[in-house]
């Protein structure tokens, strides 16, 4: 069955491939599995119907048969346990790559959005400086700790996993603050990623939302 994702009609990061969306289409990309976006507008994020499928009226959401999920967490882990390709069989690197998961959403990506947020919403704010100055000293000691650990490895955990999935889409945000080119293995491993024929046909797809022709 051919799931269906949600997407902004009109994302604000005018198809740079940062909404999280794009996650979600990659891992599917990834495993090969076609699917259809349904583009919503902010008013529709906010009505009912869409309530009902992400109660905190955000997108992205994934419906396939009756299953219907939010959360990009859930929802790539999904994808990663129903078809082959991004989780290892083997039972402990499995759950090491769940881990990774978990690790981009939980540990690094927290400081990213703070910063993107504080950028976007608190810019003009006399604090704001000092605030950005605070969000950077953590946002540096993860991805400080992140870059040691994977040292000169092409993945976190051997083979690429649905752990660097997340990882480098998690990461990706942080880019445009100049902020990783301090670490210039981490840069390193998001063109890698960014390598991906499964990631380029994915940016392609949101792209073309923003250009207003559909690739889906
Ligand atoms: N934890 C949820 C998940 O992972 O699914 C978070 C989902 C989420 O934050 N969705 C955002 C949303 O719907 C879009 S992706 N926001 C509308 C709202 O909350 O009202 C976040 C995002 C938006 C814009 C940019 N950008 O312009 O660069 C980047 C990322």
Redesign the pocket.
């Known amino acids: 069955m051919t799931p269906t994702l949600t997407a902004?009609e009109s994302?604000?990061?005018r198809g740079?491939g940062?909404?999280?969306?794009m996650r979600v289409r990659w891992a599917l990309e990834e495993v090969g599995q076609a699917y259809d976006v349904r583009l919503l507008s902010?008013a529709a994020?906010r009505e009912p119907a869409h309530l009902k499928l992400q109660p905190?009226?955000?997108?992205?959401t994934y419906e396939e048969g009756d299953l219907t999920l939010?959360?990009?967490?859930a929802?790539v882990l999904h994808i990663a346990e129903s078809h082959a390709g991004l989780l290892p069989a083997d039972t402990n690197a499995r759950a090491r790559a769940i881990m990774w998961m978990f690790a981009a959403?939980n540990t690094v990506e927290p400081p990213i959005v703070e910063r993107?947020m504080a950028m976007m919403l608190e810019r003009d704010q006399p604090w704001c400086e000092q605030r950005l100055q605070m969000i950077d000293k953590t946002l540096r000691k993860r991805l400080g700790d992140l870059s040691t650990y994977l040292g000169d490895a092409d993945w976190l955990d051997g083979p690429f996993s649905v752990g660097d999935l997340m990882m480098a889409n998690v990461l990706l945000?942080a880019r445009g603050s100049g902020v990783l080119d301090a670490f210039p293995n981490l840069a390193a491993y998001l063109a890698r990623a960014e390598a991906r024929p499964a990631y380029k046909r994915a940016f392609a797809a949101q792209l073309a939302v923003f250009e207003g022709r559909s690739a889906e």
Do not use: K, N, Y
């Open positions: 902004f994302s604000p990061d740079r940062l909404a999280r969306d902010f994020m905190f009226g955000q997108i992205p939010f959360e990009t967490g929802i959403v993107s945000r």
